[in-house]
């Protein structure tokens, strides 16, 4: 990889892409504000200088950095459009988005591999900062981080004590029903979500290791949504003056409540008259792959899966609620976004 003895000019469209924990090393590739519009993540297959970045020490790259904008974060539990509110937020002189930067990806793999705690939190305060570097003066930075990293939310939220987050989730059987309609790969997801949960240490519903093995895969994707309501129940009550909660199917049935809901926790300036052209632009469109999409579309897709997986789904549903209640875990958040 191409590599540089003193960092470039840290101007905007120079992305902090990757970290390489034996280097101490950021990855930096040019990713300008209309490719990061276009793409639905920042990884390596949406960025055409992925594979030649410019590689610069923490430290020179830290240095350089001008002073990080406002900053605040959109956790989610994975479909539940957490990639459209990223696009509806995005907009110039209001906000920069970033929609699941790798680096931070990064840092998880690190501290699954053992990297010290103290080292990880200094280096996840790092790529935050140079996370935020919006592209207009005045913008806020707005970071979707990918849900592998909401073992890492506390910690986000404690070095950036002016942050806002949003707590993004689908409703169980819609979840479910996601995941039952993508088939092999989405069972194989959750899996692997799972075994991410575990080396946080995020599980504790009441199951022994041995348990996992025996569940379906339907009922693991369960376990998973149980884990993440967990998680975000206990940021909602730590910080209730800055964390809201919205469900996916409220965000679609009242999207320019749910995005002014938004921009007034962030503390966003958007131009007086747009918040109708973004819902007409933002809303109508697949997040991920484009073309027309709407709430009608979603919910024909919802009943397609209820058709074929409706008996599976009704059936784990029925039982990871009963294991909520067990384990004590909210189903319905609280500090809803909206009332």
């Known amino acids: 990889m191409a590599g540089s003895s003193k ?46 970045p ?7 790259a830290v ?6 904008s406002p900053l605040h974060f959109v956790f989610h539990s994975a479909y539940c459009c957490s ?15 970033l929609k699941e930067p790798v680096i931070l990806n990064d840092l998880v793999g690190w501290r699954h ?12 305060d790092h790529a935050l900062r140079l996370l935020a570097r919006p592209f207009e003066p005045g913008e806020a930075s707005v970071v979707k981080p990918s849900n592998l990293l909401n073992g890492l939310a506390p910690a986000m939220l404690a070095l950036r004590p002016a942050a806002g987050a949003l707590l993004l989730h689908a409703p169980l059987r819609v979840f479910l029903g996601s995941i039952a309609g993508k088939g092999m790969w989405g069972r194989l997801w959750v899996r692997d979500l799972l075994m991410k949960q575990l080396k ?6 009441g199951f022994e290791p041995e348990d996992y093995l025996l569940q379906t895969d339907l009922q693991v994707a369960a376990v998973g949504w149980l884990v993440q309501q967990q998680l975000f ?8 003056d800055r964390v809201r909660t919205l469900d996916s199917e409220t965000l679609l049935a009242r999207p320019k409540e749910a ?3 938004i921009d007034r926790l962030f503390g966003l300036a958007r131009a007086p008259g747009l918040l109708d052209e973004t819902v007409d632009r933002v809303f109508r469109r697949h997040a991920k792959f484009g073309g027309d999409f709407g709430r009608e579309e979603r919910l024909a897709g919802q009943r397609s899966a209820a058709e074929i997986h409706g008996e599976e789904i009704e059936k784990v549903a029925i039982w990871a609620e009963a294991v909520a209640a067990g384990a004590g875990v909210a189903t319905d958040l609280p500090s809803a976004l909206l009332g």
Do not use: C, M
């Open 54 to 60: 410019v590689v610069v020490s923490r430290e020179d």
């Open 233 to 240: 129940a206990r940021l909602a009550g730590q910080y209730p």
């Open 7 to 52: 960092p470039p000019r840290l101007d905007p469209e120079w992305l902090a892409h990757r970290f390489d924990p034996q280097d101490d090393a950021v990855h930096f590739v040019r990713a300008p504000r209309a490719l990061r519009n276009a793409v639905p993540f920042l990884t390596d297959e949406h960025l055409p200088s992925a594979q030649q």
């Open 63 to 68: 240095a350089a950095a001008a002073p990080p």
């Open 83 to 97: 990639t459209l509110v990223a696009n509806a937020l995005d907009s110039k002189g209001s906000a920069s988005s």
């Open 259 to 261: 995005l002014a809901a």
């Open 200 to 205: 946080d240490g995020l599980i504790d519903l």
């Open 113 to 124: 591999r053992g990297g010290a705690p103290a080292r990880v939190g200094e280096v996840l």
